[in-house]
T-cell receptor
Framework: GEDVEQSLFLSVREGDSSVINCTYTDSSSTYLYWYKQEPGAGLQLLTYIFSNMDMKQDQRLTVLLNKKDKHLSLRIADTQTGDSAIYFCAESSTGGGNKLTFGTGTQLKVEL | DTAVSQTPKYLVTQMGNDKSIKCEQNLGHDTMYWYKQDSKKFLKIMFSYNNKELIINETVPNRFSPKSPDKAHLNLHINSLELGDSAVYFC?????????????FGAGSRLTVL
């Protein structure tokens, strides 16, 4: 079955860049997503990338996709304290019945 | 104007009881989901309904029964609650045309079984 892995924790200083990494196993993944979860809240979509692309930029967010290595990353430029949250990558594939399979989540802590 | 709303937000109950969580979406989406998030924050899909039809039913005990009376509602009923059912349950919805399947999540329902 599908497997999506992330490192559990990342700590950065305010103003630095954060890079959150994700690896997945499903070679038929068509879209890959990044979601953010703040304490006590549901998940919010940050951005997504089609599997035929290798990069997508959206303001402070840059997504890089290495399809050959099945590696996805999310870079947050100029990280702020408000970026402290859990970040989940997810993948969907054709034939997956419309489900998103989520990674294990990375807790990002931004320190002053 | 909440897009995906779940009730109740918190639920504390005894082992063996039966409880329900309700979900409604006002986005006009055609697909609704239930996800379970455990204490380690792992998110796992439980069920998915498309136009009131069950399309995903992961390995979930029979004690869990979803019901979708219409496209805008997906409820989750749990019988004979066990300690291991304690978790946060998230409802989500999406429009599943061609392209990315972007899920909109509710705020979650935290279930505590004592």
């Amino acid at each position: 079955g599908e497997d999506v892995e992330q490192s559990l924790f990342l700590s950065v200083r305010e103003g630095d860049s954060s890079v959150i990494n994700c690896t997945y196993t499903d070679s038929s993944s068509t879209y890959l997503y990044w979601y953010k979860q703040e304490p006590g809240a549901g998940l919010q979509l940050l951005t997504y990338i089609f599997s035929n692309m290798d990069m997508k930029q959206d303001q402070r967010l840059t997504v890089l996709l290495n399809k050959k290595d099945k590696h996805l990353s999310l870079r947050i430029a100029d990280t702020q304290t408000g970026d402290s949250a859990i970040y989940f990558c997810a993948e969907s594939s054709t034939g997956g019945g419309n489900k998103l399979t989520f990674g294990t989540g990375t807790q990002l802590k931004v320190e002053l | 104007d909440t897009a995906v709303s779940q009730t109740p937000k918190y639920l504390v109950t005894q082992m063996g009881n039966d409880k329900s969580i309700k979900c409604e979406q006002n986005l006009g989406h055609d697909t609704m989901y239930w996800y379970k998030q455990d204490s380690k924050k792992f998110l796992k899909i439980m069920f998915s309904y498309n136009n009131k039809e069950l399309i995903i039913n992961e390995t979930v005990p029979n004690r869990f029964s979803p019901k979708s009376p219409d496209k805008a509602h997906l409820n989750l009923h749990i019988n004979s609650l066990e300690l291991g059912d304690s978790a946060v349950y998230f409802c989500a919805s999406s429009w599943t045309g061609t392209g990315a399947n972007v899920l909109t999540f509710g705020a979650g329902s935290r279930l505590t079984v004592l």
